[in-house]
């Protein structure tokens, strides 16, 4: 029986350390800033500290899908997508502290 309570209490420490910890992440201001993709008739909401930008694709976060996403871009397409960079706090980089890939 103790191993039992033991058991259960060591589960909710798990669940409620892991939950706390996604929910710092979503509410801070630097983590929120998002722009919009279009990509085969669908346009994509994705959180603009997630872009990792590469030669003829990029990656960036959705929340909606709760993935990665990689998309075909052409050069002056991810030109555009650096720029949004530039008014930004943020630095080009893969994220992988919260978000990974499926």
Not at 30 to 40: H, L, R
Not at 83 to 89: D, G, R
């Given at each position: 029986?103790?191993i039992?309570?033991?058991f259960?209490?060591?589960?909710?420490?798990?669940?409620?350390?892991?939950?706390?910890?996604?929910?710092?992440?979503?509410?801070?201001?630097?983590?929120?800033?998002?722009?919009?993709?279009?990509?085969?008739?669908?346009?994509?909401?994705?959180?603009?500290?997630?872009?990792?930008?590469?030669?003829?694709?990029?990656?960036?976060?959705?929340?909606?899908?709760?993935s990665?996403?990689?998309?075909?871009?052409?050069?002056?397409?991810?030109?555009s997508?650096?720029?949004?960079?530039?008014?930004?706090?943020?630095?080009?980089?893969?994220?992988?502290?919260?978000?990974?890939?499926?």
């Amino acid at each position: 029986m103790i191993i039992l309570v033991t058991f259960i209490i060591l589960v909710l420490v798990i669940i409620s350390t892991r939950n706390n910890f996604k929910g710092e992440i979503s509410t801070s201001p630097n983590f929120s800033e998002t722009f919009f993709w279009q990509n085969n008739n669908k346009a994509y909401s994705l959180l603009l500290h997630s872009v990792s930008i590469y030669d003829s694709s990029f990656t960036a976060y959705s929340n909606k899908w709760d993935s990665l996403m990689t998309f075909p871009a052409q050069y002056k397409n991810l030109k555009s997508i650096k720029n949004k960079f530039e008014n930004s706090s943020y630095k080009i980089q893969e994220c992988t502290n919260c978000h990974h890939a499926n």
